[in-house]
């Protein structure tokens, strides 16, 4: 679920023992703390590795089956966080991937590829250590294979 980024402590001495009598500083940034939802890690993930060339779709059979009927409901849209799992801590994420690559690509390269532009766009947006991107590849689109989620069309 939600989980913490915590700033650092306060430094600087107080009390009896300090000399002062008053409380140390705290710039106002530094007041408070920040959580990243699971979610959040999962849609910036998924918007990323979507960019890459090679990348045809995300998520395995069952997830992109009941993604395709979500589609076609009124205000459900596609999910940027399908076929995207993550686990984040206080300083850390960790993620699973399933995606579907288009027939040709070179696969290993595709998969390096994701990691490298999912693990810079996590750790620019949230601060948060990207300590594996795990990859599974679902699938192979076939250039004559037909479309899972086509168009509506217009009767």
Do not use: C
């Amino acid at each position: 679920m939600a989980d913490t980024v915590s700033p650092n402590p306060p430094t600087g001495k107080s009390g009896p023992s300090g000399g002062q009598g008053k409380q140390p500083q705290v710039a106002p940034a530094d007041r408070g703390r920040t959580t990243i939802a699971d979610g959040v890690v999962e849609k910036i993930a998924g918007l990323a590795a979507r960019e890459v060339l090679g990348v045809h779709a995300m998520g395995g059979g069952l997830a992109r089956t009941f993604g395709a009927v979500r589609d076609r409901v009124p205000g459900g849209g596609k999910s940027p966080s399908r076929g995207v799992k993550a686990e984040v801590g206080e300083v850390q994420t960790a993620l699973d991937l399933e995606i579907v690559v288009d027939y040709g690509v070179a696969i290993t390269e595709v998969a390096r590829a994701v990691r490298v532009n999912v693990i810079a766009a996590v750790e620019r947006m949230t601060g948060l250590e990207v300590v594996e991107v795990n990859i599974a590849v679902t699938d192979v689109k076939l250039p004559d294979e037909e479309e899972e989620e086509p168009e509506p069309r217009i009767h």
